[in-house]
């Protein structure tokens, strides 16, 4: 089977605006936010697609309307950001005497959970898991796209996974509103282009990566 699978960032929060960690709390667009996905829809940004996800939370449910209108979708809650437990809705300068945030953001194993939130080896797993429940709908309909909606932090595990060693892992996370567009064929993520306004210049490494069977 051939798809495409779009995804993309939300558009931008007050939270976002301001740099603070904010994962589980429900928060939607910005002003600012919002007008900056519809200036991104004027320019052409934003493919077709016959399926659509989000991870359930308001700034990934508006982010979708704004862009397709009142269209059906699916939520998988699996694609949520990350649960930044206590540490949620406040910035570096707040926790960074925080034997526990230190603790967390030194941590290189990936068990350390933020206090009240969870591990950066637990989001992988649900993140992984959500990656097959994609599939598995797509499959499930028999589309030939789909447009996920989710958050900076999930696709850049996303990509990391599908395609490791291409790039740091952060510099994965795409921009407000951006993302990409993975190419899956016969059981295998085959590569993946930017999505973004034509002005902007692709990568070298756009639709040469590839991965195994996942």
Same mark, same amino acid.
Request: with cysteine; net charge negative; charged share 30%.
């Given at each position: 089977? +051939?798809?495409?699978?779009?995804? #993309?960032?939300?558009?931008?929060?007050?939270?976002?605006?301001?740099?603070?960690?904010?994962?589980?709390?429900?928060?939607?667009?910005?002003?600012?936010?919002?007008?900056?996905?519809?200036?991104?829809?004027?320019?052409?940004?934003?493919?077709?697609?016959?399926?659509?996800?989000?991870?359930?939370?308001?700034?990934?449910?508006?982010?979708?309307?704004?862009?397709?209108?009142?269209?059906?979708?699916?939520? #998988?809650?699996?694609?949520?950001?990350?649960?930044?437990?206590?540490?949620?809705?406040?910035?570096?300068?707040?926790?960074?005497?925080?034997?526990?945030?230190?603790?967390?953001?030194?941590?290189?194993?990936? +068990?350390?959970?933020?206090?009240?939130?969870?591990?950066?080896?637990?989001?992988?797993?649900?993140?992984?898991?959500?990656?097959?429940?994609?599939?598995?709908?797509?499959?499930?309909?028999?589309?030939?796209?789909?447009?996920?909606?989710?958050?900076?932090?999930?696709?850049?595990?996303?990509?990391?996974?599908?395609?490791? +060693?291409?790039?740091?892992?952060?510099?994965?996370?795409?921009?407000?509103?951006?993302?990409?567009?993975?190419?899956?064929? +016969?059981?295998?993520?085959?590569?993946?282009?930017? #999505?973004?306004?034509?002005?902007?210049?692709?990568?070298?490494?756009?639709?040469?990566?590839?991965?195994?069977? #996942?």
């Amino acid at each position: 089977m +051939n798809a495409k699978i779009h995804i #993309i960032r939300h558009g931008r929060t007050f939270a976002n605006e301001k740099s603070l960690y904010c994962g589980s709390t429900d928060i939607p667009l910005s002003e600012s936010g919002a007008k900056e996905i519809l200036d991104f829809k004027s320019k052409g940004v934003y493919p077709k697609a016959e399926l659509f996800i989000t991870s359930g939370m308001k700034r990934t449910i508006e982010t979708l309307k704004l862009i397709y209108g009142d269209v059906d979708f699916i939520t #998988i809650k699996g694609l949520r950001e990350y649960d930044f437990g206590d540490f949620e809705m406040q910035g570096y300068n707040e926790l960074k005497d925080r034997p526990d945030y230190q603790e967390w953001i030194t941590d290189e194993e990936g +068990n350390v959970r933020c206090p009240g939130g969870e591990s950066k080896n637990e989001f992988y797993k649900r993140v992984d898991q959500s990656i097959q429940k994609i599939l598995k709908e797509i499959f499930k309909r028999d589309t030939g796209s789909a447009m996920v909606i989710c958050h900076g932090g999930v696709i850049a595990v996303i990509m990391d996974r599908l395609f490791p +060693n291409k790039r740091n892992f952060y510099e994965w996370q795409p921009k407000y509103g951006l993302g990409y567009t993975l190419e899956y064929s +016969n059981g295998e993520f085959k590569g993946y282009k930017n #999505i973004e306004p034509t002005s902007i210049e692709p990568t070298s490494e756009e639709t040469t990566s590839k991965h195994e069977n #996942i």
